[in-house]
């Protein structure tokens, strides 16, 4: 993202985005990957999360939209939270699934929106994974 200016602007990567150069390409290719790579870790942690905790069932088919639901519902994540992993997973579907049809901008707010998401998500997901085996074990969470 940082190939692409200061503040990772949109004007150099739709450039970029709408460019025959291979290297261009490659780049706009870069972060598309990368955020791609990073939704799915998130969406994989999610699911991981609740089946330990016995809040989904591993027989459960892959749904990422309840699933940052139930992990708003049990006080993991905030509705702010959810809402923004609910828009990024949005994008990502697009993206994926619609592909000839995506603009540089929506590959740019995808790219925006997990990389102000990921640390976020990680530090709840982290805590309560900390807080649930701590109970596991009969431990203090804060040691």
Do not use: C
């Not at 089946?51 to 459960?60: G, I, M, Q, V």
């Not at 990024?88 to 699934?97: A, F, I, Q, T």
């Not at 592909?99 to 995808?110: L, R, T």
């Not at 709840?124 to 804060?142: H, I, L, T």
């Amino acid at each position: 993202m940082s190939g692409f200016g200061s503040g990772f602007d949109l004007v150099e990567f739709r450039a970029a985005f709408d460019s025959k150069d291979p290297d261009q390409l490659n780049s706009v290719k870069a972060v598309e990957r990368g955020s791609e790579q990073l939704y799915n870790y998130i969406a994989e942690l999610t699911r991981f999360g609740l089946e330990l905790s016995t809040n989904r069932e591993p027989s459960d088919e892959m749904n990422a939209r309840r699933d940052f639901v139930t992990l708003r519902d049990i006080g993991v994540i905030t509705g702010m939270q959810e809402a923004r992993l609910q828009s990024l997973r949005e994008l990502r579907r697009n993206l994926v699934h619609e592909y000839p049809g995506i603009s540089a901008a929506q590959v740019h707010e995808a790219a925006v929106l997990v990389s102000q998401e990921f640390r976020p998500f990680i530090r709840s997901y982290g805590a309560w994974v900390k807080q649930s085996f701590a109970k596991a074990m009969n431990r203090d969470p804060e040691k």
